[in-house]
Nanobody
Framework: VQLQASGGGLVQAGGSLRLSCTAS????????MAWFRQPPGKEREFVSS????????KTADSVKGRFIISRDRVQNSVYLRMNSLKPEDTAVYFC?????????????????WGQGTQVTVSS
């Protein structure tokens, strides 16, 4: 499956962005989608994941209460709504997909990746 991410950009601290990720094929109820991010000079880290079948989600503590993951079955898309953005949220954001549980949080657990979209938060 191919994933296409979009929606990144430059925003001031406190602002919002919505990232989108569209897949080249229909997802199955057993699939999971996730967002990861890679800050400059750091490792790729888990942000949030979602079970395609029942929309159960898991979100990293660092963004909990500010970021919301959601999906659109018709569009074969997953979204990441990012509110109250902080400079430390600056990173390249990647969407990812796997067959199986959404409750896995390492990049090696996900087989499919989008190309990444840059989010820069200015102070």
């Amino acid at each position: 499956v191919q994933l296409q991410a979009s929606g990144g950009g430059l925003v001031q601290a406190g602002g919002s962005l919505r990232l989108s990720c569209t897949a080249s094929r229909r997802f199955f109820s057993s699939d999971a989608m996730a967002w990861f991010r890679q800050p400059p000079g750091k490792e790729r880290e888990f942000v949030s994941s979602l079970s395609w079948g029942d929309s159960r989600t898991k979100t990293a503590d660092s963004v909990k209460g500010r970021f919301i993951i959601s999906r659109d079955r018709v569009q074969n898309s997953v979204y990441l709504r990012m509110n109250s953005l902080k400079p430390e949220d600056t990173a390249v954001y990647f969407c990812a997909a796997r067959s199986g549980s959404p409750y896995v949080y390492h990049k090696s657990d996900y087989a499919y990746w989008g190309q990444g979209t840059q989010v820069t938060v200015s102070s």
